[in-house]
């Protein structure tokens, strides 16, 4: 039986989403799968719809849980993993699925959000939870050169090394950054995205503002593929999975 869960967490503590063999690191996928095998009483497959880095947030998150048999009724699973599963990571809904479903494979499109904060003083309270930097972000210098990387590219250039895939490119939907306060949010949605490609992203946009790397260098900065012209990354814990899309 496959059951499709969906997810949050805070990411702070954790090694990313995906259990890393050979390491007792601690992971989601990993508290998820020992909170399961213990509800369930026996051993599970657990697969997720992305792989977030490590201190990598998500407000929603989906991943397959199959088991040979499941004798709790979906409505209840939530509730019941919730008990077994630590403060940080919530099930929000469990509903039964295809046993051919794929959370990586049968998506459309996700959605990510990276938060700034830019304030001479730091808050404890947003520890990593968002990127603190101390000089007052442009966002309208960095809203024009979110729109530079809208549509579909080789995005080598905004590619961590380390990558696994050979084909990178991907669509991006919509780029747009807004200003809250002290808080400024890029929201970014795609087809897809390449190993720490949103990091990057948010990094270089915020060269941007600072006049490291101008607006009109992004479409040179794409076609060259060459990730050394691109921006800094952007730490972790500003990062995240805000929607994922069937």
Partial sequence: ???????????SAYHGWQVQSGTKLPTVQGE?????????????????CSRTDTGVHAKQYFCTLSAERINIPCAVIPYALGSLLPDDIAVLEARACDEDFHPRYSCREKEYVYVFYDSPRRDPLLADRAWWVMQRLDEEKMSEAAKKVLGTHDFSAFCASGATVDDKTRTVYSCCVERDGHMVKMTIRGNGFLYNMVRIIAGTLADVSRGKIGVEDIPAIIESKDRKLAGQTAPPGGLYLERVIY
Avoid: F, H, P
Avoid at 1 to 11: D, F, Q, S
Avoid at 35 to 45: F, P, Q
């Fill in 32 to 48: 998820l799968q020992k909170a399961a095998e213990k509800l369930i009483g026996g051993s599970v497959s657990i697969t997720g």
């Fill in 1 to 11: 039986m496959t059951v499709l869960l969906e997810i949050a967490y805070r990411g």
